[in-house]
């Protein structure tokens, strides 16, 4: 099943997530977000953003032509806890299934190490760094309440203004179903 995608100006991207009670079958939820994403032709997708406020997102780094070493970059990480973030800053540009046609550069840590449950509720703790630990810590964000467009000076988020007034009411162009708060 695909869900429509909850755009910026939902209260539901802004909320703390809740936690998932240990064994609770996530098969099919998983399933369906990543079929919400792949018909949206994202690399991630948090739970947030088709309106379920608790700790999961999922990521698919393998389509991406122009990145190397994504191979099983594929996966869902449920109640995870990112349990640090090191090295250096860097810039690239990113962009949200929530706030279409808006790209814009952040600055993240390069490494993070995470501890998290898969679908099936093994308990993984991983390494990451480059492009793999920029889309878990953009996800990771979601649960928080956070978006990318929060790290952008305030400056830049003024010339946005009118973009971000207009993707709140639901006027944008997308490929795939939206939601927005009336
Ligand atoms: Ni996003």
């Known amino acids: 099943m695909i869900y429509p995608i ?5 209260p539901v991207l ?4 809740t936690e998932i009670a240990h064994g609770t079958d996530l098969k099919e939820l998983i ?8 018909h949206a032709q994202g690399i991630g997708l948090a739970a947030p953003q088709i309106g379920k406020s608790i700790r999961l997102f999922v990521v698919d780094g393998t389509g991406l032509e122009d990145e190397p070493g994504m191979e099983g970059f594929r996966k869902a990480f449920v109640n ?3 349990l ?3 090295g250096n800053d860097w810039e690239c540009e990113e962009g949200c299934l929530s706030i279409p046609n808006i790209r814009e550069p952040v600055a993240r840590r390069e490494k993070l190490r995470i501890r998290y449950y898969d679908e099936d509720w093994n308990l993984h703790e991983e390494e990451y ?7 878990i810590q953009h996800e990771y964000d979601h649960i928080e309440g956070k978006l990318f467009i929060d790290y952008l000076t305030p400056l830049k988020k003024r010339l946005l203004k009118s973009k971000l007034s207009d993707i709140s009411r639901g006027k944008v ?3 795939y179903r939206i939601k927005y708060k009336v």
């Open 31 to 38: 399933r369906d977000m990543f079929e919400t994403m792949e």
């Open 84 to 86: 640090e973030e090191l």
């Open 80 to 82: 995870p806890v990112m």
């Open 6 to 10: 909850v755009l910026y100006g939902d």
């Open 173 to 175: 162009d997308t490929e």
């Open 14 to 17: 802004r909320q703390p997530t």
């Open 129 to 135: 760094d480059g492009m793999k630990a920029r889309i």
